[in-house]
Every structure is written in C-alpha cells, then in structure tokens.
C-alpha cells in the first residue's frame, strides 16, 4: 500500500468481536456482517480520509437525497482465502473502475483509486478471521456510495458516504433455476442507467419478479424495452447460452451491466478453444434452439450468482426444458473460475490480487 | 378524522420550536424544515399506528435495502393558508392514491388512506404557524417511503419506513426556463418505472440534467427512449405546448407520470373553453410549428413547479425561441389553478381540501 493514503486510515476497533456468534456452517447470502466497516466521507468537494469504524448504524437527515431520489451506487465483489490462509481479491479493480461508471451517470463524484483499494484492503486484513472456507462460501463485500446530503431539490447531493461493508456468505441461489423470459415489463432503457449498477435499477425489476415468482420462476430475463425480442441480463446476472457448442452472450450496452464474471467466462472459454459468440440473441432463436434440440444450456454469471445453471425458461405462457447433460459448460467453467480465485489454480490471466 | 385510526396517533411535541430562526421573506426551496415529522414503520407484514415526533435524524443500518436497491417513492403536495388562517390542501386523495400506485410497482406495501390522510392533517395542525402566507410561498410536503429492512440479496425489503416532512418554501424555479430537448440519454422504458414518483427515476436524470445546465439550459425535456423523436415530460413537470390556440399536453403511460398539476390544467383549460388535446407530440411538429409562428407557448406544469413558462428550447444544437405574448394560456391558468389552490376563488372542482 502506498504510504501517503495507507497513513491517512484510522482504525477504531470493536471491543468485543461478535464472530463466535456465526454459523459459518450455516452461512446465509449477505445478512451476516463482520465487525467493522469502511466509511468516507464527501463534502465541499472532497473525499475525506477513509477510516475503519465498528460496523453499526448510520445516522441520515430525513430530507437525505438517498430517500428522495435515488442517487446510490454499489459494487459486489468477493474475498477468498486458500488453503494456506492468504487472502485473495478477483479483478478488483474492475469493480473500482465500474463504481465509478456508474457514478458519473449518476452524478455522483468519482472516487480515487487509492481510497477504494487501499480502504478495501486495510478493511480486510482487519476482518481476515471472517473469510469463510467452507465450500462454496466466501466473504461477500459490498462497496456503495449514497447521497448523504439534504434537500428537496430534485437535484444531485452535495454530500456523499462511501462505505465498505463485509458479509461472509454462502451461495446466492440454491440448485437450479427456472427464468422467465420477461415480454411487458422492462428493466432499462436506452439512453438509461442500466449499465450503471444503480439502486434504482434493482427496485423497479422487484415487482415482475415477484410475479414471475408466483407463477414458479426465480429470476426474469429481462428483454429489450422496443420489441421485447432480444435477450439482455437477469438483473443479478448476464445470461450465456449454449447452441450446439457454441456459448453465446449479449454484448453490454447502455442497458446491460458490463459484468467482470461475464467478461472473465468469455476469455475462460475462448482460451478453452470453446467458440464464443459475442451478439443480439434473439428469443426466437433460443426457442428454435430448444425445438430443434440444438439449445443444450443457458447458465447466468455474476459476482454473488457465480455461475447458476438454468433448468428451463418460460415464454409467452409456455415452458422450455433444458437437457440435463454430463460435462457442461456450465460446470467446466465454474470450476476453472472458482480454481482462480480461490488460488486453486494457475491463473494465467492475470486476475488474482493478494491482500496482504 | 375518523376516531379508528386518530385515536392512535401519538405526538411527541418539541420542547422549542425553531420557528422563529426561519426568514420567511426568503424562503428557499425544501431546505427548511419544520419542528415535527410523522413517523410510521411496517413490519412483519403490517404498518404500526402513525407517530408524530420532533424532526430529526434516522438510524439505519448499512445493510438497509435503501442503501443498495432503490425501493424509495414519494410524492409532493402543498398545504396553502388563506386570508383567514385556514389551511387548505389540492386534491390530496389523488396524492394518497399515487403513492400507492408507485410503491405497488416498486413491490413495497401500500398504505392506507386513514394513514396517510389523518396522519398528514395532525401533523399540518401541529405545524399550521409554519405555513408561509407570503406571495408564492406554501409548505411543500414531502411523503415519502423507503426500505429500511437489511440484507444483500437483491429481493424487496421485508420493512418500510413513511415519513411526512414539511418544509416552507419558495418557489421552485426562479424566472423562465430554457430546456434542451434531449436526444440521446432517456428518462424511462417502456414497461418501466416511469410512471412513479419512485427514486432512481430521478437520479438518472442529474448527469443528462448537469450537461444540459452546462449548455445553459435548466431542464431538458425526455423523449421517448426508442426514437427519441415524441415528448414526454421533464422529470420535475409534465410538458404542455401551444400551438396556435390549441393547448396539447402528451397522454401518460408507463413512462410518464400522471402529474395532478397536468390532469387540473387540462380540466381547467377545457372548462375555460380552450381546445386541448392529450396526444403524442412530435419534435418535427413542435420545430415546424416554430418555424411557421404557430407555436406560442411551452410551459411546464408539476405541484412544485406550478406552472413554469419556458423561454425557449434547444434541439439539435439550435435554439429556438418562444414568442413573448401578453395574456399567455400559462399566467391564466397559473393564476386559476393557484386561486382554488389559495383560496382565493370558488372551487367549482371540488379539489380543496380543508385542514381543521
């Protein structure tokens, strides 16, 4: 870490630590929280220095611009630790760059590198105890910015509260999932905030959800807001599928999260000799697929959503089966994703940062 | 106030009231807020009885679903005093409607009208020296929702937090507007949350807004997200145009909000004779319309705007400039709409409602 930031971040500790009290066994998707947190502050035009308090309750106006309009970005991303006790971050400068994509789009300041990983990895040498290594578990963290400052105005914030929190966690979903692939409502638009991973972005895909839920789906395919004919991301994950042997995804747009596991699979899989597809994939040719037997997987990717296999998919008031088969995509590039960050592996590319 | 539900709401009061540090000659807009807030949380599964409470801060956890997805919806009304000291509201059922309307799309509990209503009129008696009697000045309300439940998962919420807050205020925009029409960034979706006062519809809007401001303009008018080619509103205020002495406001949809502002002009406009139409507006049809002199006037209509006279417009680099006309459709039926609002003419609407 350089000197000139690292000096700068206090550390209060807790006095008790609550980590006796967790199942690690036992652990839930991101509602366990370690003892501390980062958090930074932005006023008169500046990031103040990061510093590491105990985890606990933030106190807000009731005029905050976070309750009235929306300004609140996030990043996901996970802690690994290997075999040996080392601690392992995947492309974490991808989700720092990405964080402040999204900020600028929605008017919220940019923050410095150097404030982003330096805090992340104080913050984690720290919490080091609370990376879990039971299978499929890890610890779940969650950098967001919010609008912090007060006002009516429907006009951006002048305050800001960048924070990191920790949640060691198991797997975000359970088994396989059936999605629905969504034909009225929309998730974003173009000229929108869908590639930014905004707040607001989330809230709006809960209601369809919710009844795609009740009719037994997890999760909806989203489809593009103009003709609901082309395929685009799942909210809490990009969508591969799989004709023949060829593993096809949607390029990212103004509406499409540019998600890191996304793009990792597409280099994982082009390295593996498997032929990727990068392109509009419209829902007409998924179900053509599925008729003529030639669609063999579709599978989600993203940071909590690792990659989920996906079991079958409903549209327009019909069911499509996929195949179960031997040997998938899916599970051959889970295992070499996961291998890597969890220094398991080689990692050929590049994408394993150790915190130490 | 039906007993059922006053009964319940309790009101801790200040021990000393603030008002008299606050210059109401010069009121800005939302910054000032009054000495109390109604406070009413839902939990497992139900919203406990309202509470008043002095105004001040809320605690929430870092894990709060507000934070990291967006659920947040609000809405804005006005309380007016009259020559008599009366307190008078604007169709405030229609408030109490839309609020449920949008916390329905963004998958959060609805709330029951006797809630809401009873709620807001104690808290408006309490805080009746607060509001404003000076020239275009009310006490702006603010109700609003948000989650307040913790957990990463990317799912709704499992607890709600309403607020009522009040703030005198001035008016909103300062003198006339020049907006830009915009081209390339979008507001909503088709299928989307456009048509709710929710959150993130509005911080997607800053950065668009901030580039427009730079070009000189205050606010930039959306247009429809696939051809960018219809008008649809301008994010703070619904869009009406005149061309010749036809008045023609956009109808509402999914992507545009059902402004009660908008739908009051339209039934005053009607009741006074003038021809209105509710339908699409092309761009081409409002710059032909400029280039041929029948465009005569542009205003924007919302309960913080009021009715917004629009100077002029820019599109495609170019800027086109609205006539100066006396006797605009605009000052008319500001003034209609703002004398019901006041009580300064006959309600034959039925719209005001009073306070006491």
Redo the contacts between chains.
């Keep these: 870490m350089s000197l000139e930031v690292s000096q700068k971040i206090t550390i209060q500790k807790v006095k008790n630590s609550k980590i006796n009290q967790v199942d690690f066994n036992n652990l839930p ?3 366990v ?1 370690t003892d501390h ?1 980062l958090v930074c502050d932005f006023e008169n035009g500046k990031w103040s220095s990061p510093k590491i308090v105990p ?9 905050a611009k ?7 970005v ?1 990043e ?1 991303m996970k802690a690994y630790k290997d075999a040996q006790d080392d601690i392992w971050l995947f492309r974490p400068f991808d989700n720092q760059k990405r964080l402040n994509i999204s900020s ?4 919220m300041p940019e923050l410095p590198e150097a404030y982003f990983m330096e805090g992340l990895e104080a913050l984690l040498l720290l919490e080091k105890d609370w990376i879990p290594t039971t299978k499929d578990s890890s610890l ?1 963290i ?1 950098p ?1 910015i ?2 912090s400052g ?7 914030s002048d305050k800001y509260k960048f ?1 990191i ?1 920790c ?1 060691p ?1 198991g797997p ?1 979903f359970g088994g396989k999932l059936k999605v629905l692939i ?1 034909q ?10 869908g590639f930014a991973k ?10 369809p ?2 009844l795609a839920i009740q009719k037994g789906y997890q999760q909806v395919i989203w489809t593009d ?2 003709t ?1 004919e082309y395929i685009e991301e799942a ?2 994950m990009n969508i591969f599928i799989r004709i023949n042997d060829t593993l096809i995804t949607a390029p990212t747009s103004d509406r499409i999260l540019d998600g890191i596991t996304r793009k990792s699979i597409i280099e994982i899989a082009k390295d593996q000799g498997i032929a990727v597809e990068v392109r509009n994939i419209s829902v007409h040719e998924i179900i053509e697929a599925s008729d003529n037997g030639s669609l063999k997987e579709m599978f989600g990717a993203g940071t ?1 959503a690792v990659i989920s296999p996906i079991s079958g998919f409903g549209y327009q008031e019909k069911d499509y089966v996929l195949p179960e088969l031997d040997n998938t995509f899916a599970a051959t590039l889970k295992k070499q994703i996961t291998d890597i960050q969890y220094n398991r592996s080689a990692d050929k590319f590049g994408w394993r940062y150790s915190v130490k």
Tied chains: 1, 2.
């Design positions: 998707f991101g509602q929280y947190m985890y606990g309750a933030i106190s807000l106006d009731p005029s976070i309750f009235h309009y929306g300004q609140s996030f996901g600028k789009r929605l008017a779940y969650r967001f919010f609008a007060n006002g009516f105005h429907a006009s951006p924070i929190a949640s966690s975000y969504e009225h409502y929309s998730r974003s638009a173009n000229g929108g905030v905004a707040g607001g972005n989330y809230a709006g895909q809960f209601y959800t919710n807001d103009t609901h909210g809490a909590a």
